[in-house]
Each structure stands twice: as structure tokens, then as C-alpha cells.
């Protein structure tokens, strides 16, 4: 599976969660969060601060 960091997210990506299960963007915030952080939005939650660098698996 490919890796995006979580600032190059982009709505309708489906990303893999710590338990195993997808979950689909519908967001993300680059400018309301502190420096080095990003706001995503996905169906299951609104507005998790992430590390913009970090990586996460998509499908």
C-alpha cells in the first residue's frame, strides 16, 4: 500500500487507522492548526490534529 503524510491528504482519499479499518478524508485543515500540524477531517471524526509530516497508508 502507498503512504501519503497527512498534509498532502486530500478529499476522498481512504486512508488505513491505527485499528486496521478505512476510513475516507473529507478534509484537511492546513491553517487553523499550531505550526507543524494539520486538522483532518474523515467520516468517522472532525478535526484530529495530526504531524503534518507524519505518514499514513492509503488505498
Do not use: C
Request: glycine share 8%; no cysteine; charged share 30%.
Amino acid at each position: 500500500m502507498p503512504f501519503k503524510r497527512y498534509r498532502d491528504l486530500g478529499s476522498g482519499d481512504q486512508i488505513v487507522t491505527q485499528d486496521k479499518s478505512w476510513d475516507r478524508v473529507h478534509g484537511v485543515n492546513h491553517e487553523d492548526g499550531p505550526p507543524g500540524k494539520v486538522l483532518v477531517t474523515t467520516d468517522r471524526a472532525r478535526r484530529v490534529e495530526y504531524d503534518a509530516n507524519a505518514t499514513v497508508k492509503v488505498v
